[in-house]
């Protein structure tokens, strides 16, 4: 699975960004979709995840602001950023496997990253 993550961009605080990330292959309905993301000089943070039934989970710093989506014709996922905040300043990476968690080890297939910054 190669993955190809766009989206990002300089943003006010209290705006919006939608992060994309188109996957290649086949097997994008028997793989669940996550994006993680990594601020200078901190560790990989999860943000969110959707399963490959469409169950979603976030990271308590973005539940209620962030929506995290899938779809299967255009094998893409989507995270709509809301009401951001300086502190989301981030690299934000997609990732994907077959059994996805909340945890950056467990995935075996990494987008490049995408940089968001937010401006107060």
């Known amino acids: 699975v190669q993955l190809q993550a766009s989206g990002g961009g300089l943003v006010q605080a209290g705006g919006s960004l939608t992060l994309s990330c188109a996957a290649s292959g086949r097997i994008f309905r028997s793989i669940d979709m996550a994006w993680f993301r990594q601020a200078p000089g901190k560790e990989r943070e999860f943000v969110a995840v959707v399963s490959r039934s469409g169950s979603t989970y976030y990271g308590d710093s973005v539940a209620g602001r962030f929506t995290i989506s899938r779809d299967g014709a255009k094998n893409t996922v989507f995270l709509q950023m809301n009401s951001l905040r300086p502190e989301d300043t981030a690299v934000y990476f997609c990732?994907?496997?077959?059994?996805?968690?909340?945890?950056?080890?467990?995935?075996?297939?990494w987008g490049q990253g995408t940089e968001v910054t937010v401006s107060s």
């Open positions: 990732a994907a496997d077959p059994t996805g968690s909340y945890y950056a080890t467990s995935y075996n297939y």
